[in-house]
Every structure is written in structure tokens, then in C-alpha cells.
């Protein structure tokens, strides 16, 4: 293939030059397959989303979106319909009480998933299913982290696979080639590896399980299981993410969600060469995990996510680590600060300058899934254009042991065309590898 004059990114400004490929890579010369006319064009390295969740993102997509649609709406219209099930996601304040009595009027399960996907509130009929004991008082229908788990296994395989698809598509029409997804969760595991097999996106999957004894990690088409995710506390909005210091309107601590054998699944990652990516929100979450790895003494270089808080401690232990962190969430997250007390903040520019290798998400579908969305609130953190753009293209890659996210012979040929700023628009075309998988 060969895409002809095309203004094409270099790192650092757009140079107008042809490109070649081959075997789904970029090499130095070619006179093999279709020509394409780039003319006009910006050519960018197609993004890297290093923690998304595709299924995630489709499932938010076949449900009810409550940054959009009226919580007593959705009742209303299940009330008179035949949904199997109404789930509905985004409530940040617990909906009033009128709603949930409603809500668990309905003979069929109903769950509201608040924004950040740790919290989650379930009618009396699910609480049933699901075996979940207490009386029918509203917040003893709340559900926490791994709870959610027995709703997702309760949706069925063939409705994962539809939101996979969805997922993929979405993620594409941005530009993004490559995605380090959290997927297994509800989905069988044999149904996961089908849907990375066929997958056009490139995918880095992080197996959520606590016993990754049980399970095989490696390629499957473009992509592969090449991680473990963990979590070690919650989030900030449902006062999960596990604090040094208590909440000042609970006077709570949040939570610590390290599984009982953290320490087994840390010799079995390390004797295998799988990278563990952890969860980390809290400060004090993040004190026990390089407390926990250090006792450890690991050598392979495993992955944070998240790190919202940061103690002045360990700050310079970062740098042993790979971490993907998302700038926007600074700005989303301001109205809670008033509620903790840290020392270091979102401090995501204080690790660029000390040289830590990190890269950018979204997160989605917690945040929207469009790159232009991180892009923007790392401008207005500090970073420079040049840089926010690594970080969300090589950087991601090597994080996850790809030669992708930079146009340049030797790096698999993943990469989007523009007709206008690739920081204000979509693209009019995507390839993967070589192959063309998405166009308008």
C-alpha cells in the first residue's frame, strides 16, 4: 500500500511525504497494493487509549444514559414495555426516594450504576436474584465493587458481543486504534477471546480475575491478554477510593478491595512475565500497593491506573512503574475536593517532568470516549501540544509492549487520515494494521 501525499505527523510538526506498507507495517519503499490518495490530508498515528473498557462503552450505549435521559422517564417507560431489565447509569447523588420506591414496584431487575461504575443501586427484585440480604430500606440496596460483578453475569454472552461491536466502532470513529480494555467482566471467557480474535481494534486486554492461574494470556489476532487488573480501592465520587485521611463529610476512610492474595497473584504475574495493572485512586491505596510490590521485590515493570492522590513519599517510587492516568478527570473531580485532604493532587505534570512513563485514557465509558476530550484538559493542565499527543499515541503502545502510535518504518501501520485539525475533528479514515476499518 502506499498513501501518497499526505501531511503527515512526525512528533513534532506535519511534513508532507508518502508513505509505504507492508505485512501491516510501514517499511522503506513499496509498490505492492491499492494507492492511497492522501492529498490535502493529516496523517496521524492512530490513538492509544491505554484503560478503557470497549464492552463498557457499548453497554452505555444499549442502556439508558442518565447524563441524558430523565430517571423517572426510564421507569415510566419500563412500566409499559417488556425490557427483561432496566439499566440505567450516571447518577452522581443518589435519586430521591420517590424514584427507588418506583423502581422497586417493578418486577423485573432494575439497576442504577452511578457515574464512576463502582457504586451501584439495585431494586428489591434484583437484591432477590442476586441473593443479597438486608431490609428494603433504599440504602441497603446500594452495591459496591465486586457486587456489581453478579449483575454483569447475570446480562448473557450474546448481549456482550453486540456491545463489543458497538464499543469498537465508537472507539474507531475517534481515531483510536488501539485500546487497554477491561472487559472480562460478566462475559465468558471463551466469548472474550473470540471477540479479540475478530476484534479490529487493537486490543491490550487487562484479564480482571483473581486467579489468573486459570486462564491464557497471550496473542489473539491484533491483539492479546498481556495483563491482570486489580483493584485496590474504589473511586473518589461513591467515597471508595481508600484515603490516608477520612472524608470530611463521613469521616470514612473509603475502601481497601486487594484481594486476600494479592501476594500469589503478584509471584505467579512475575514468574510468568505478565504486567499487573492495579487500580490505585487513593493515597493510601497507593502507599499499600508499592508497599505490597516492594515486599515483593518485583523486577517486572507493572502498571498503575489512576493515581488521583499522590503522598509526597512516594512520589519517586513512581518512576519504577508504568502509569496511565487521565488528565480530565482533575477538572471533572473539583467539585469533590472540598470533601479530602492530600497532598498531592492529579499531579500528572509533576510526573512528565520528572520523567515517568505514563499515558493518557479516558476511561470511558465513565468519561466520553473521544481523545479530543482528554487532549483539551491536558492542554489546559500544561502539557504541550507535542507531548499530550505522545502520551496518547507511542506512549500508550509501549506501555503495552506494541510497536505502534508513531509513523515511522518499522511500526505497525496503525494510523488515521484528517481533513482538518486532528485536535477539532474525526477522521474521514482509519487503518489498523494496514487495513482500512473504518471510513464516512
Known amino acids: ?200 481494534l487493537r486490543v491490550f486486554e487487562k484479564l480482571y480475575t483473581y486467579e489468573p492461574w486459570n486462564y491464557e494470556f497471550g496473542v489473539y489476532g491484533n491483539s492479546k491478554i498481556g495483563g491482570i487488573k486489580l483493584f485496590a480501592d474504589g473511586s473518589l465520587g461513591g467515597r471508595t477510593a481508600w484515603m490516608h485521611n477520612p472524608y470530611k463529610d463521613t469521616g470514612n476512610y473509603g475502601m481497601n478491595t486487594l484481594p486476600d492474595n494479592f501476594d500469589e497473584i503478584v509471584k505467579f504475574a512475575e514468574a510468568k512475565g505478565i504486567q499487573l495493572n492495579i487500580h490505585v485512586i487513593g493515597d493510601r491505596a497507593l502507599s499499600e500497593v508499592l508497599e505490597r510490590l516492594e515486599k515483593n521485590r518485583t523486577k517486572l515493570r507493572h502498571r498503575l491506573i489512576h493515581l488521583q492522590f499522590v503522598s509526597e513519599r512516594d512520589f519517586p517510587k513512581l518512576k519504577r512503574y508504568y502509569l496511565s492516568v487521565q488528565p480530565h478527570f482533575f477538572f471533572e473531580d473539583i467539585p469533590l475536593l472540598d470533601n479530602v485532604s492530600f497532598e498531592l493532587a492529579y499531579p500528572f505534570v509533576k510526573m512528565h517532568e520528572a520523567g515517568c512513563l505514563m499515558a493518557f485514557s479516558t476511561d470511558s465509558p465513565v468519561s466520553p470516549v473521544d481523545p479530543k476530550y482528554v487532549l483539551e484538559h491536558a492542554l489546559k493542565m500544561g502539557f504541550t501540544r507535542e507531548d499530550a499527543i505522545y502520551y496518547y499515541t507511542e506512549a500508550g503502545s509501549k506501555i503495552g509492549g506494541y510497536k505502534c502510535g508513531k509513523i515511522e518504518i518499522g511500526y505497525h501501520a496503525d494510523f488515521a487520515l484528517y481533513d482538518g485539525n486532528p485536535l477539532e475533528r474525526d477522521p474521514v479514515a482509519v487503518f489498523v494494521n494496514g487495513k482500512e476499518v473504518m471510513s464516512r
Open 1 to 200: 500500500m502506499v498513501v501518497k501525499n499526505g501531511y503527515v505527523w512526525n512528533g513534532r510538526i506535519f511534513e508532507k511525504k508518502d508513505l509505504y506498507i507492508e505485512n501491516g507495517g510501514f517499511v522503506p519503499h513499496s509498490d505492492n497494493g491499492p494507492v492511497v490518495d492522501a492529498t490535502g490530508l493529516f496523517v496521524m498515528p492512530g490513538w492509544v487509549d491505554s484503560h478503557a473498557h470497549i464492552i463498557g462503552t457499548g453497554v452505555k450505549i444499549l442502556t439508558h444514559d442518565l447524563a441524558k435521559e430523565n430517571l423517572a422517564d426510564v421507569l415510566t417507560s419500563a412500566s409499559n414495555s417488556s425490557e427483561n431489565f432496566v439499566i440505567a447509569r450516571g447518577w452522581e447523588t443518589l435519586p430521591e426516594k420517590a424514584l427507588l420506591d418506583k423502581a422497586n414496584a417493578l418486577k423485573r431487575p432494575v439497576v442504577l450504576i452511578r457515574k464512576c461504575g463502582h457504586v451501584a443501586w439495585i431494586n428489591n427484585y434484583m437484591k432477590e436474584k442476586i441473593g443479597k440480604t438486608g431490609n428494603s430500606a433504599n440504602n441497603e440496596n446500594l452495591i459496591y465493587e465486586n457486587e456489581i460483578e453478579e449483575i454483569w453475569h447475570s446480562l448473557g454472552d450474546e448481549f456482550f458481543k453486540r456491545a463489543f461491536e458497538i464499543g469498537q466502532r465508537v472507539f474507531l470513529k475517534h481515531g483510536v486504534t488501539q485500546v487497554h480494555s477491561d472487559d472480562f467482566h460478566g462475559v465468558s471467557f471463551d466469548v472474550l477471546k473470540e471477540l479479540l480474535q475478530n476484534s479490529e
